[in-house]
Nanobody
Framework: QVQLVESGGGSVQAGGSLRLSCAAS????????MGWFRQGPGKERELVAV????????YYGDSVKGRSTISRDNAKSTVFLQMNSLKPEDTAVYYC?????????????????WGQGTQVTVSS
């Protein structure tokens, strides 16, 4: 049973930074792509960042490109999302996701395991 547990969310002022973590269990972490998606109030779920099994192929959503960095530590079965220069429009529930394959895709429909989400609130 694949389990994903996010942590690191919280409230921050605009311009601040947060680092989200997602600890995975239930299978060999290093074989699979991982990703972060978010869903703001009244909005559809959107791509934040995804990373393939090797860590070499990464895609970012346009809204966070240049401000966020995704990384993975296979020894710790954990994927991270470092977010800088946060804006009020980054306010959302952030979800960790993984899929049955090592290739990273930007579409949330390609991911079949999801965490419970962690709230990020950015105040102006």
């Amino acid at each position: 049973q694949v389990q994903l547990v996010e942590s690191g969310g919280g409230s921050v002022q605009a311009g601040g930074s947060l680092r989200l973590s997602c600890a995975a269990s239930g299978r060999t972490f290093s074989d699979y792509a991982m990703g972060w998606f978010r869903q703001g109030p009244g909005k559809e779920r959107e791509l934040v960042a995804v990373i393939d099994w090797s860590g070499e192929i990464i895609y970012y959503g346009d809204s966070v490109k240049g401000r966020s960095t995704i990384s993975r530590d296979n020894a710790k079965s954990t994927v991270f999302l470092q977010m800088n220069s946060l804006k009020p429009e980054d306010t959302a529930v952030y979800y960790c996701a993984t899929r049955t394959g090592g290739t990273a895709y930007s579409s949330a429909t390609m991911y079949n395991y999801w965490g419970q989400g962690t709230q990020v609130t950015v105040s102006s």
